[in-house]
T-cell receptor, first 114, second 112 residues
Framework: TAGITQAPTSQILAAGRSMTLRCTQD?????MYWYRQDLGLGLRLIHY???????GKGEVPDGYSVSRANTDDFPLTLASAVPSQTSVYFC?????????????FGPGTRLTVL | SQQGEEDPQALSIQEGENATMNCSYK?????LQWYRQNSGRGLVHLIL?????REKHSGRLRVTLDTSKKSSSLLITASRAADTASYFC????????????FGRGTSLIVHP
């Protein structure tokens, strides 16, 4: 199985443009997450979804939106990118609420906003 | 803000030595996890320890948890160059949403 995949691998984006980062998992996990990783700050949660049809805000949600139309996909959209959104973005999934909430991570998307 | 904080921020050792990393957290937890991240890659889960457990082993990894001190340690025995990576602890606050909160990580370099 592929596990969890992300696309694109990297992207350079002009400020003010919109972009959607894609994330797909094939493990039938009910929970999915988006993190950004910045040097010196570790991973910070942007948005999460405990199950298809529901989403929630994490620590740094401003400027980002998500949707969870089905179990497998959890896209992250930047409506109008700003340079401070330059980061590495990781998608993750887990079995929610079981106490075995080991997270499986995708390979990441490196985004540069100029 | 981070719930868990790893210490030290960076650790450099020789192959064959043991590596110890610590994690301190602020509020009561359901469980604590350790993850590893190789440069440029996603995080990989290493081990989960529940709040009612004090020690857990997995291969060359040994994790301890002291809930009275709100701290955990990850010991890697007989380290190898391939253990070079960043290591993160993640805590799942009790009464919370089961979403792990990550620390800033410890960067481990193992010299061959």
């Amino acid at each position: 199985t592929a596990g969890i995949t992300q696309a694109p691998t990297s992207q350079i984006l002009a400020a003010g443009r919109s972009m959607t980062l894609r994330c797909t998992q094939d493990m039938r996990h009910n929970a999915m997450y988006w993190y950004r990783q910045d040097l010196g700050l570790g991973l910070r949660l942007i948005h999460y979804s405990n199950t298809a049809g529901t989403t929630g805000k994490g620590e740094v949600p401003d400027g980002y939106s998500v949707s969870r139309a089905n179990t497998d996909d959890f896209p992250l959209t930047l409506a109008s990118a700003v340079p401070s959104q330059t980061s590495v973005y990781f998608c993750a999934s887990s079995e929610y609420g079981t106490g075995h909430n080991e997270q499986f991570f995708g390979p990441g998307t490196r985004l540069t906003v100029l | 803000s981070q719930q868990g904080e790893e210490d030290p921020q960076a650790l450099s050792i020789q192959e064959g030595e043991n590596a110890t990393m610590n994690c301190s957290y602020k509020t009561s937890i359901n469980n604590l996890q350790w993850y590893r991240q190789n440069s440029g890659r996603g995080l990989v889960h290493l081990i989960l320890i529940r709040s009612n457990e004090r020690e857990k082993h997995s291969g060359r990894l040994r994790v301890t948890l002291d809930t009275s001190k709100k701290s955990s340690s990850l010991l890697i025995t007989a380290s190898r160059a391939a253990d070079t990576a960043s290591y993160f602890c993640a805590t799942d606050a009790s009464g919370g949403s089961y979403i792990p909160t990550f620390g800033r990580g410890t960067s481990l370099i193992v010299h061959p």
